[in-house]
């Protein structure tokens, strides 16, 4: 049984249980901002990516279950953005107030980013941009309430269509004149579009936001990184393809046509988990020279050394009381081996 903070509870404990809670460290299920975990060894090759000037655009997924860690994966590497010529814009398609309209919205976020970050006047692009969109969403408007309003649909359509595919109401061109927009902000080298929680959306709004990625924002100067499980967006794409035969078959290869570069967070093993609730119950006790003993695990890990909070630490501003150590760490601080 786990409490609120992701933190395990001794057997049969229930989660009314004072004593226990008021004994008991709780932590929030938010994402960290601190690499506790080693995940460096991601973040590293996905930044390296990124900066690769012969991957433009790219679209990299970072894969693990539920919990897993992928957001914390994105916020690392949204700290490590900090200070490269980039344009940084976090969505979360889960959070979407118009999930009828995932698409318009998601390409609504990254306009209004790509617009206040950068020192051109953009302004007349986006707007032609977002005329787009709207008329778009004036269609989306149309088919949902045709049934239920007073109106003539077919007098409203034909209103509201465009001329030509070409036309400034249509989405057909959008991906030109998005392209046109980026080239314009000359003083980015790249967008980078962190998409997070894609695994939590429905259906339609999973399959939504990977074809306006693939079809509407796929231009150079663009990359993308989608933290979610696989399987739970393959399962989505197939539900949205369920009346076909081919549908599981389908969201396979659908999946691997947009992602260039599939990354699988490595499974949290004993060792990990063990130094992991250290550094936790080490850092309720303040976070001045944390730092440093993240970096002795880090040390420790690369170097294949266990238990990650072992060795000498007599040097740390920050470090670990014995209580806060598993067994195999008090037995090896009381006995001195490392």
């Not at 989660?15 to 008021?22: E, H, K, S, V």
């Not at 008329?135 to 269509?161: H, N, Y």
């Not at 249509?170 to 998005?178: D, G, M, P, V, W």
């Amino acid at each position: 049984m786990k409490s609120a903070g992701g933190m395990p509870m001794p057997d049969g404990a229930a989660a009314g249980d004072g004593c226990i809670l008021a004994s008991t460290p709780l932590w929030d299920d938010n994402p960290s901002l601190l690499d506790l975990l080693g995940f460096d060894t991601v973040v590293t090759p996905v930044m390296a990516a990124l900066q690769a000037d012969d991957l433009d655009p790219i679209t990299i997924s970072v894969q693990a279950p539920w919990g897993g860690g992928k957001s914390t994966v994105l916020n690392l590497i949204e700290a490590a953005s900090v200070g490269k010529p980039w344009i940084v814009v976090r969505v979360n398609p889960w959070e979407f107030d118009d999930q009828l309209d995932v698409k318009g919205t998601l390409i609504a976020q990254v306009l209004l980013k790509v617009k206040s970050s950068t020192k051109k006047d953009v302004t007349a692009r986006v707007s032609g941009l977002f005329a787009r969109i709207s008329w778009s969403r004036v269609g989306l408007a149309l088919a949902k309430g045709a049934l239920t309003m007073q109106w003539d649909p077919e007098a409203m359509l034909k209103a509201f269509s465009p001329d030509s595919p070409d036309g400034p109401q249509s989405l057909a061109q959008f991906k030109t004149e998005f392209s046109a927009l980026l080239t314009e902000v000359d003083d980015a080298q790249r967008v980078v579009v962190l998409v997070d929680d894609l695994d939590r959306c429905l259906p339609q709004a999973v399959l939504a936001t990977l074809e306006t990625i693939k079809l509407f924002l796929a231009v150079e100067k663009m990359a993308f990184v989608i933290a979610a499980d696989q399987d739970m967006v393959r399962d989505s794409i197939a539900a949205v393809l369920a009346e076909t035969k081919r549908s599981e078959a389908f969201a396979k290869y659908y999946l691997e046509k947009i992602v260039q570069l599939p990354v699988q967070l490595p499974k949290v093993s004993k060792q990990e988990s063990e130094a992991y609730v250290g550094l936790l119950l080490t850092a309720k006790r303040g976070l001045a020279g944390y730092e440093g003993l993240l970096k002795h695990c880090s040390d420790r890990r690369n170097k294949n050394m266990y238990p990650l909070l072992g060795g000498d630490m007599t040097a740390l501003v920050c470090k670990p009381a014995e209580a806060d150590l598993p067994p195999c760490c008090q037995h090896r601080q009381r006995t001195g081996l490392g």
